[in-house]
C-alpha cells in the first residue's frame, strides 16, 4: 500500500506542476531605467517575490528569469504591481511567544526587497510577507518609504508587549481635516483599516490614484463552496483464510453513492489550491455458495457492507478554457460502518464477522464547468475492511461522482 501511495502521490505532483500558469501582458524597468515590455508569469505570489519569469513574446517557449537585482520595478496590467527599495525591516517574529525577541525597538537590516503596491497618491502603502510575518510600508509626497512599526516583543517580565508605533507614525504625517487623532489611535493593525486611513488621506487631496492592486486586493479572500455528489460505483471484495489460504471472491457490483461536499479555496496562487471534507454514503451487499474445503459440502458467503466514508481531501486545480477547470484530489479517508458483517453459513454453524472502522487514501480526478457543474472518477486504494484473526479482506472501490454546487 505505501508503495502504491507513494506513485498516487507522484502522479499527483507531476500532473500540478504540468498545471496552467498563464503568462499575462505586463512591463519591468531594470537598473538602468530600461522599461520592457512583455509576458510575465503570474503565479498569485502568496509571498513577496525575489524573482519572475517573463516572455517578450506568447509565441517564445522559453522564458527569461529576472531577479530583484537587476529589476527596479515590475507590472502584470490589471492586475499587480512590484517596486524594488534598498530598504531597512525589521523581520522579528510577531507570532510566536517562543521566538519574540527581547528588544521593544524595531531590529532594523537594510535588504534590497519587491514590495507589493497597495495604494498609490499623495499617500502610498505597500505590503511584504515573507510567510513568517507581514509588513506594511508608507511614504508621503516624495520621502522614503519606511516600515509601519508594529512589534509584539517579551518583557522582563516574560510577559507579551506591543510597539504600537505605527500611529504615531501616521499621526505625524497625515494631515487632514477629515482624520482626527481619535481616528488613528483606534486603528488595529490590519491591512484593510490601514488601506482606509490612507485611502481617506488621500482623498482629502483629491490626488487618490486607485491602482490596479488596490482593487485587485479586494477579490483576494478564500471561497466556500457547498456541492452536493450522487454517483455509482464498482466495488469488489476478497476475503482470504489465513491458516488455508482459502480465498473467496465476491462478484463486483454497482451500488449508488451519495456525498455532500464541503470545498475551501485559498485565496493565493490564483485559487489554484483546495481544501475539502465530504462525508459519503456508500454500500456493498453479495451472496455467493462456495465448497467447504476438503468437504463435500456446501457454504453460503454473505456480506452486507454499508458506511459513512469521511474524506478529506487536498485539491489542486488545473485552469483551461474560462469556465472550465480539471482538478486532482488526494483523499484521506475515514470509513464508519454501521449495521456491516460478512457472515458465513454451513453445517449448522453461521460465522460472523463485524465490518469495523478503517483508514484509506484515495485519489480523485475530476472537471468542472462554470463552477458548478462536475464529474468526478474517484479510486480507493486497497483495504482491509474486518478486523479477524481467521480471515483478512481486500475491499476495492472505484466510482463516478456527479456535483452540483448549491454555493
Not at 517579551?154 to 482626527?180: A, D
Not at 480507493?380 to 463516478?400: C, E, G, Q, R
Amino acid at each position: 500500500m505505501k508503495k502504491i501511495l507513494i506513485s498516487a502521490i507522484t502522479i499527483l505532483l507531476s500532473i500540478c506542476s504540468y498545471s496552467q500558469i498563464t503568462f499575462e501582458k505586463g512591463y519591468f524597468i531594470d537598473n538602468n531605467n530600461n522599461k520592457t515590455e512583455c509576458y510575465i508569469k503570474n503565479v498569485g505570489w502568496l509571498n513577496n517575490p525575489t524573482e519572475f519569469d517573463y516572455k517578450i513574446s506568447l509565441e517564445n517557449k522559453k522564458f527569461t528569469t529576472a531577479s530583484v537585482k537587476l529589476v527596479n520595478e515590475f507590472t502584470i496590467y490589471k492586475r499587480v504591481k512590484y517596486i524594488k527599495r534598498s530598504i531597512k525591516i525589521d523581520r522579528s517574529y510577531q507570532n510566536t511567544s517562543s521566538n519574540l525577541s527581547k528588544v521593544r525597538r524595531p531590529e532594523y537590516n537594510t535588504e534590497d526587497l519587491f514590495l507589493k503596491v497597495l495604494i498609490e497618491g499623495k499617500a502610498n502603502l505597500y505590503y511584504f510577507n515573507d510567510s513568517k510575518n507581514q509588513r506594511l510600508f508608507f511614504s508621503v509626497d516624495n520621502y522614503p518609504i519606511e516600515q509601519l512599526i508594529y512589534k509584539t516583543y517579551l518583557t522582563v517580565n516574560r510577559k507579551v508587549g506591543t510597539n504600537n508605533y505605527y500611529k504615531q507614525q501616521l499621526i505625524n504625517t497625515l494631515k487632514c481635516e477629515s482624520i482626527t487623532k481619535g481616528n488613528i489611535e483606534s486603528l488595529k493593525f490590519f491591512k484593510k483599516e490601514i488601506s482606509n486611513i490612507i485611502t481617506k488621506y488621500n482623498k482629502c487631496y483629491q490626488i487618490e490614484k486607485p491602482t490596479i492592486s488596490q482593487f485587485k486586493n479586494e477579490k483576494k479572500k478564500g471561497v466556500f463552496n457547498l456541492t452536493i455528489k450522487p454517483g455509482l460505483s464498482i466495488s469488489s471484495l476478497n476475503t482470504t483464510r489465513f491458516l488455508t489460504s482459502e480465498k473467496l471472491t465476491y462478484d463486483s457490483k454497482i451500488n449508488y453513492k451519495l456525498g455532500l461536499e464541503l470545498e475551501f479555496i485559498f485565496p493565493f496562487n490564483r485559487n489554484k489550491w483546495a481544501l475539502s471534507l465530504e462525508p459519503r454514503y456508500q454500500s456493498f451487499n453479495g451472496e455467493f455458495e462456495s465448497k467447504v474445503p476438503n468437504s463435500p459440502f456446501t457454504r453460503t458467503n454473505i456480506v452486507e457492507y454499508e458506511s459513512i466514508e469521511v474524506l478529506f481531501g487536498l485539491r489542486h486545480f488545473m485552469y483551461l478554457k474560462k469556465g472550465s477547470k480539471l482538478y486532482a484530489n488526494l483523499n484521506f479517508v475515514i470509513d464508519l460502518p454501521f449495521n456491516s458483517m460478512i457472515t458465513k453459513k454451513g453445517l449448522n454453524i453461521i460465522y460472523e464477522d463485524v465490518i469495523s472502522n478503517t483508514n484509506n487514501f484515495a485519489l480523485a480526478f475530476g472537471y468542472k464547468f462554470l463552477n458548478k457543474y462536475s464529474i468526478e472518477l474517484n479510486y480507493a486504494l486497497s483495504s482491509n475492511i474486518t478486523d479477524s484473526y481467521i480471515y483478512k479482506s481486500d475491499f476495492k472501490s472505484v466510482s463516478i461522482m456527479f456535483g452540483y454546487t448549491i454555493f
